[in-house]
């Protein structure tokens, strides 16, 4: 396996909020990036974050370096070909067990075969894209939370065949990173998702039943239990779609205590689907 001091070029595929986010930090952590998405427009909208992102930092004098320093360590590419020479690949497409199959497939035949292959999955199994390839216990799950460059934490998901040395250097790099762990069996939903799904959806049904206006479900989990967001805020904020494909996942694998809220359906099927759009429970600017 290649080891800790010989990482230098990390690919990350998906230039989405997520992926941008996981490429801005490990080019800040020092490392080369490469970035794919499947169009240039993914990209441009990935590196736009990413300055905005850096600048905010900037601002605050959270960096080590000049945000230009940072942004020029990252490459962007349409071309999966172009991810041969990485040293650890991190995935961060969309949330398709197919989509990212034929991904890990695809990369199986590209990069060397010593080189860790991790993904970004919040919900679906790590053993299953595992088996897209011949290198299963090369393969394990790197969940970073959104925003990922403020956010402290990285779960670590170890599939069925995952190397437990392979467990032990997810965890040395997204330390390296400058995030703290957690470690989950690959169960649906691991430890996060699991816990925090049902949650946002109980908020949303909730709301939707006449419990109390959206204002003071948030107001109420805030002010009650001192979380960061409530629920229906932290529904646009992760993205409704994204709430509503892991609470399906969540669904299939354990049943109906994890339906997906009727509204939360709704909202995703009129094209609301949070802060993305300017439009989720809440109106963005
Ligand atoms: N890059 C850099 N800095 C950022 C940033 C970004 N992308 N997003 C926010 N910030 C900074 C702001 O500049 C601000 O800095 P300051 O306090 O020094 O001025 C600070 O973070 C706070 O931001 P805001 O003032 O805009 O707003 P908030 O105080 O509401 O903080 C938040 C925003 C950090 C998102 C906070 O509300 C929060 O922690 N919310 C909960 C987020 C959460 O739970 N994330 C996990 C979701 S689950 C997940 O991701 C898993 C997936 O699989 C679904």
């Known amino acids: ?115 860790v292959l991790a993904t970004n999955t919040s919900t679906l199994s790590i053993t299953t894209i595992a088996s897209a390839t011949d290198r299963p216990e090369m393969v394990v799950g790197l969940h970073f939370m959104n925003p990922v460059p403020v956010m402290r934490g990285v779960e670590v998901v170890v599939g069925e065949k995952t190397d437990p040395d392979v467990t ?36 949303i049904r909730a709301y939707d039943e006449g419990v109390a206006s959206k204002e003071d479900m948030d107001r109420g989990m805030k002010l009650g239990t001192n979380v960061p967001m409530g629920p229906l805020e932290l529904a646009d904020h992760i993205g409704l779609d994204i709430c509503l494909d892991a609470s399906r996942t969540l669904h299939e694998e354990l049943g109906d205590r994890y339906k997906p809220a009727y509204l939360l359906k709704r909202k995703v099927d009129a094209g609301d689907l949070g802060k993305k759009t300017g439009q989720g429970f809440y109106e963005y600017e």
């Open 1 to 115: 396996m290649r080891g800790r001091s010989d990482i230098e070029t990390v690919a990350v595929i998906g230039a989405g909020t997520m992926g941008n986010g996981i490429a801005q930090v490990a080019a800040t952590a020092g490392y080369d990036v490469v970035m794919r998405d499947i169009e240039r427009e993914f990209l441009d909208n990935g590196f736009e974050a990413i300055d905005d992102s850096l600048s905010r930092l900037a601002a605050k004098d959270d960096l080590e370096e000049d945000p230009g320093t940072i942004r020029d360590r990252i490459t962007g590419t349409t071309a999966l070909g172009d991810l041969a020479e990485a040293d650890l690949v991190v995935e961060a497409a969309v949330e398709e067990m197919d989509v990212k199959r034929d991904i890990f497939a695809d990369l199986d035949g590209i990069v060397d075969d010593d080189v």
């Open 168 to 203: 032990e250097f997810a965890h040395w790099f997204a330390e390296d990173l400058g995030k703290e762990t957690w470690e989950s069996d690959d169960k649906p939903g691991f430890v996060t998702n699991r816990v925090l799904m049902p949650w946002i959806n109980e908020g």
